[in-house]
């Protein structure tokens, strides 16, 4: 069987102090042409130190969210025909030496969708946080029947003829849960994986009352919308 190839999407805002790092990290796995960084309209130097680390570039002139973000990075790599797309932070939370678990996994031929599980060990996660995520979790697993361990991480493997088929519309953070509501719709298998939780001094910027709202609307749009 060849080989499965691999591009990355990094989607960055105000990103400059790690993206670096996080790219020559990627490129340790997948090759440094094949790493794609969509700047979302940063205000600092994101995109240059990106540009000069070796990644490909995608520029949103204005900042318009992780959703959008994430799904202009995949219409620009899926144009590569890479097998599998994995996405991660760009602020240092998501350690790209997990990338060959992901590949692993994925070489199994088992999943068209593999996340990352941070739940394991939950020691080092912020208690809001920590409790946004088992909430979340626990809903999205009543509604499915399945058994999801972390609907929340951005640290994910996508099959690309899988996210081919999805109907991904969000423009925030809700995507992480979007896509997971796609897979189960599809009827597409989702595997894990076990990475650490990394939490530094960075800035969050998920806005906890309007991402709630925002995942409350995807969440009831389960009930009645049409295949």
């Not at 979007?178 to 960075?202: F, H």
């Not at 995807?218 to 919308?225: D, I, K, N, S, V």
């Amino acid at each position: 069987m060849a080989e499965l190839t691999w591009a990355v999407v990094i989607p960055a805002f105000n990103a400059a102090a790690n993206i670096a790092t996080v790219i020559q990290g990627c490129s340790r796995h997948i090759p440094l042409d094949r790493i794609l960084v969509v700047d979302d309209g940063s205000e600092d130097k994101t995109a240059d130190i990106a540009e000069k680390a070796g990644a490909q570039i995608v520029i949103q002139a204005v900042n318009s969210g992780k959703g959008r973000a994430l799904r202009t990075g995949f219409v620009a790599a899926s144009a590569w025909h890479p097998d599998w797309i994995i996405c991660l932070d760009a602020d240092g939370q998501h350690d790209p030496e997990n990338i060959p678990d992901f590949q692993a996994a994925a070489s199994t031929g088992q999943y068209g969708v593999i996340i990352g599980n941070r739940l394991a060990d939950t020691s080092s996660m912020p208690p809001m946080r920590r409790f946004s995520n088992s909430f979340s979790t626990r809903l999205l697993n009543w509604r499915t029947r399945l058994k999801l361990l972390d609907a929340q991480c951005g640290y994910r493997a996508i099959r690309v003829s899988d996210l081919a088929k999805m109907r991904l519309q969000s423009e925030s953070y809700e995507i992480e849960v979007e896509l997971i509501l796609e897979a189960w719709r599809l009827g597409i298998k989702i595997g894990w994986t076990p990475i650490p939780t990394v939490y530094q001094d960075e800035i969050s910027y998920l806005k906890k009352l309007p991402e709630t709202l925002r995942f409350l609307k995807l969440y009831l749009r389960t009930f009645y919308a049409s295949e």
